[in-house]
């Protein structure tokens, strides 16, 4: 309930409206999950712009994995990261006693969410793509029937970049790609496709 | 309230809009022209509903349809990082300029851009400190900042025009009948083109523009305006002059924006309206027709 009421009055006025999100290809965005939505990562807002572009009704069922040092690091953001985002907290460095850093992932995709994964692993360098995490295509081959929708936003990076704190309005678009299933290769193989696949969105201009 | 003279446009217009509707979804059902009276729909609902029943709304309506026009401007030029902060003080001066356009302080509303801004936007990018780069951004910034802040917020001024002496209409009924002639002289000039246009204007810039389709444009306009002149104080002669200067000016905002485009290299300026590209290819002719119109009207009655 916080969490639709937040995105009903802040979080999707101010993307859709104060800065304005021109979506390519939202057929191929599924409504229902549980589906993997892999995106490349410059700026605090793509996870506000990707959390927006589903319809307010389902955004419950919408969870982006967050990293656990950076969300969690004190008691009111940890609140704030989880109950009203909703994030699945991420260890980056995780500790042997912990278990396996993608169990909390899994358990929401059991569930049917929808979740969304920046396989960048950060934020880096504004507007410029870095190499990409193998975690997704761990749950690929768990989940060999969820689909992966390859995903480029463009302009959030502009928009708020990181390390700043002043929000300048720009339109972001995002570029929205086919489902990409894992099929019989590797993790290297499918991580590399996925990773095209993302570059190619970038270079197709809406 | 609306007066009588503006109820009775606005409702020929809806008239019109529902013959073209019908004539559209029963006769040339195509995508594109469906998407095209359908946003039709969507602007003169907006427009109706947001400038035309209340001032105070109206100075809120065209000043969001400012920061919307400049967004999509900022959007598409080149920046640098550091050019973020300058162009937020650019989105920020928009509230002056029509707060200055509410309350009808004139000095201030005619120099807030071209005096102020113009002089200390520069001493922002000098704060920031980088100099590569320093004459292409605070020229694109400002250009912007004229066009689509300055420029049409002429509208918003001219909507708070009260009656002349002996008249019953004033602002409102001034700015139905420039948008209404604006907007005409644009879809002329797209059916007198489309039919008999072959001598192209600016082949290079916009290659559906033809003497044919401005001449015939030109002409009905013209005679539109006189037959509209109701809306305004004009006698029929000024009418006239008022019709040309829209046609002419109409023309000229729309190769202007086109110009930009090509320099960009996209076609539309986006795509809030479907059929008909971003807000920007929709007021690109009442750019230039805005303030020439304004200064027209103001030099001859107030």
């Given amino acids: 309930m916080l969490k639709k009421v937040f995105f009903a009055l802040f979080v999707r006025p101010l993307v859709l409206i104060i800065s304005g999100v021109h979506v390519v290809g939202k057929e191929k965005l599924p409504l229902d999950g549980p589906c993997i939505i892999a995106a490349n990562h410059n700026s605090h807002l793509d996870t506000m712009v990707l959390m927006s572009i589903f319809p307010l009704s389902n955004i419950n069922q919408v969870k982006p994995v967050a990293a656990a040092d950076y969300f969690m690091k004190n008691k009111w953001f940890a609140w704030f990261s989880q109950n009203v985002i909703g994030i699945i907290p ?36 504004p507007e410029e793509m870095g190499t990409f995490k ?50 019989d290769e590797n993790n290297k193989i499918f991580t590399q496709r996925l990773e095209k696949s993302i570059k190619l969105l970038e270079n197709t201009k809406a | 309230m609306v007066s009588f003279e503006a109820g009775m446009v606005l409702g020929f217009i809806l008239v019109a809009l529902v013959v073209a509707t019908v004539l559209i979804y029963i006769k040339f059902p195509t995508r594109e022209l469906k998407e095209r009276i359908n946003s039709w729909w969507i602007i003169i609902g907006f427009f109706t509903v947001g400038a ?166 030109f002409v009905c306009i013209g005679i539109l305006a006189v037959l509209c002149s109701f809306l305004t104080p004009f006698t029929w002669f000024q009418a006239l002059v008022a019709g040309m200067i829209i046609s002419g000016g109409g023309f000229i905002g729309d190769v202007v924006i086109s110009m930009i485009k090509r320099d960009i290299g996209v076609k539309d300026s986006g795509n809030m309206l479907p059929g008909h590209g971003g807000i920007l290819d929709r007021v690109d002719s009442l750019i230039y027709t805005t303030p020439l119109f304004f200064h027209y009207v103001y030099y001859l009655y107030y």
């Fill in chain 1, 90 to 125: 991420l260890n980056r460095r995780p500790t042997k006693e912990e278990g396996h850093p993608l169990l909390g992932v899994k358990k929401a995709l059991q569930n049917g969410d929808i979740v969304i994964i920046f396989p960048e692993g950060s934020r880096g360098v």
């Fill in chain 1, 134 to 183: 193998t975690g997704i295509a761990h749950l690929a081959k768990e989940f060999p029937s969820t689909p992966v929708i390859p995903i480029y936003i463009h302009g959030a990076g502009k928009a708020l970049p990181k390390g700043e704190a002043l929000f300048v309005p720009f339109i972001i678009d995002v570029n929205i790609g086919e489902a990409l299933y894992y099929d």
């Fill in chain 2, 52 to 217: 035309m029943l209340n001032t105070t709304t109206a100075m809120f309506f065209f000043a969001f349809l400012s920061y919307l026009a400049l967004k999509e401007y900022f959007t598409l030029i080149p920046s640098r990082q550091t050019d973020r902060r300058v162009m937020f003080y650019a989105y920020l001066s928009i509230i002056p300029q029509y707060y200055f356009a509410g309350i009808g302080w004139y000095g201030m509303f005619i120099i807030w851009i071209p005096v102020f801004l113009f002089l200390l936007l520069p001493f922002k990018q000098v704060l920031i400190g980088e100099t590569k780069g320093f004459l292409e951004n605070t020229s694109r910034v400002q250009w912007g900042l004229m066009m689509f802040v300055f420029g049409l917020s002429h509208l918003a001024y001219m909507i708070t025009l009260p009656p002349v002496e002996g008249e019953s209409v004033g602002g409102t009924e001034l700015v139905l009948y420039l948008v209404l002639l604006t907007e005409l002289n644009d879809i002329l000039q797209y059916l007198w083109g489309k039919s008999i246009g072959k001598r192209k204007i600016v082949p290079k810039v916009s290659p559906n523009k033809t003497v044919e389709g401005f001449v015939g444009a």
